[in-house]
């Protein structure tokens, strides 16, 4: 912490972000999202955290220790409830002066999707100063879709119905599977929320399934 102190700048903070996900059955979750228009991923170089599909994980930000994070016990906490599970914990030194216009970070965390090649939880978050620090949350919790449907083709006996076909669990002659690339997710839950930090409370964020804690500590030089 010295090394902060010693040339600490006006408007110096330390941002913390711990995001958890609920551990409910996705049956449960009864939001209705599968229909609902998501914008493409927005375009940027920043990354807070990126868990790769081989678990290496990325970040563009000098990241602390999770141990240096205030947030690191309420962490612990709620995941020791059995409730949630903590998938991201990021904390980093920046100065957020007035009129500050963050880039968006990007993150991809949580489930490796095996058929959309991406993780579960994947989108961005964007910190703006005009007098007071806001913090703009933009994610989404995926699941992986019925990708896959049993088509029949035609052959010397007479076509059965296919809901006779979904009836039964033995192979069936002729059938072949037609995969369905163009929907291999449904979107589960997401957070767009936009919201004033005050520094030094601890702030939460949330859906059904996704949590986001966010604490900022303003460092004073010394």
Do not use: C
């Not at 880039?103 to 910190?127: F, V």
């Amino acid at each position: 912490m010295v090394s902060h102190a010693q040339q600490t700048p006006d408007d110096y903070y330390r941002a913390e972000f711990v995001i958890l996900e609920r551990i409910v059955d996705p049956a449960a979750v009864n939001e209705r999202m599968v229909n609902r228009k998501v914008s493409a991923p927005v375009d940027t170089n920043e990354t807070l955290y990126r868990v790769a599909g081989d678990g290496t994980t990325r970040s563009s930000l000098k990241l602390v220790s999770r141990n240096e994070l205030h947030l690191g016990n309420a962490a612990n906490r709620l995941e020791r409830s059995g409730r949630y599970r903590v998938l991201m914990s990021a904390g980093w030194y920046e100065a957020f002066p007035p009129d500050y216009k963050g880039k968006p970070l990007r993150i991809e965390i949580g489930d490796w999707l095996q058929q959309a090649g991406q993780r579960a939880i994947e989108g961005n978050i964007t910190i703006d100063r005009q007098r007071y620090l806001h913090v703009a949350v933009h994610l989404n919790h995926w699941q992986e879709g019925k990708v896959a449907s049993r088509g029949i083709t035609q052959g010397d006996s007479d076509p059965s119905p296919a809901a006779d076909l979904a009836s039964t669990s033995a192979p069936v002659a002729g059938a072949k599977l037609t995969l369905q690339p163009e929907v291999p997710l449904e979107l589960l839950t997401w957070i767009r929320e936009t919201r004033r930090m005050r520094s030094e409370e601890i702030h939460f964020l949330d859906s059904p399934t996704i949590g986001v804690l966010v604490f900022f500590k303003k460092v004073e030089a010394e």
